[in-house]
């Protein structure tokens, strides 16, 4: 990285204590300024088990206010979370740390209702409160 580089340039190189600055100088939207500390914070966390399992807790949340019991084959079919198998290791994931809670489905013996525990609905307003906290 040179000294003539852009800001967007100081941003891809990683460079925290020249984008803090950047960011002060007003240089940088506040969306952007979210992407970037979500990088940072995936990369410190390092939990790949739990890759892409917040979008599921927030769709879950959304169908839920909807008035909507979510099951795991509607996952499966959205195509929004990845192939079947995928979406059953992030379910059983959350399931597994306690963020939904699996039950067994009134309307289909074979399926199995998702629904959001405390737990995980308090882990997405942790990541609300994180969200607004960058994009101040």
């Known amino acids: 990285m040179s000294s003539g580089d852009t800001p967007v340039q100081k941003i891809i190189y990683h460079a925290p204590f020249e984008y803090e600055e950047i960011v ?41 206010a909807e008035g909507a019991v979510v099951k795991i084959t509607e996952l499966v ?20 740390r306690g963020l939904i809670q699996l039950g067994k489905s009134k309307t289909d013996a074979r399926a199995k209702d998702i629904k959001v525990t405390a737990s995980g609905l308090e882990r997405l307003k942790d990541q609300t409160k994180f969200m607004k906290r960058c994009l101040e």
């Open 77 to 96: 079919q959205s195509l929004m979370f990845g192939t079947g198998p995928t979406v059953h290791r992030k379910v059983l994931t959350l399931a597994k």
């Open 24 to 64: 002060e100088m007003g240089k940088v939207p506040g969306y952007a300024t979210y992407l970037y500390q979500t990088c940072l914070k995936r990369k410190e966390q390092a939990d790949a088990e739990v890759e892409g399992c917040d979008e599921i807790l927030a769709y879950l949340v959304v169908r839920d």
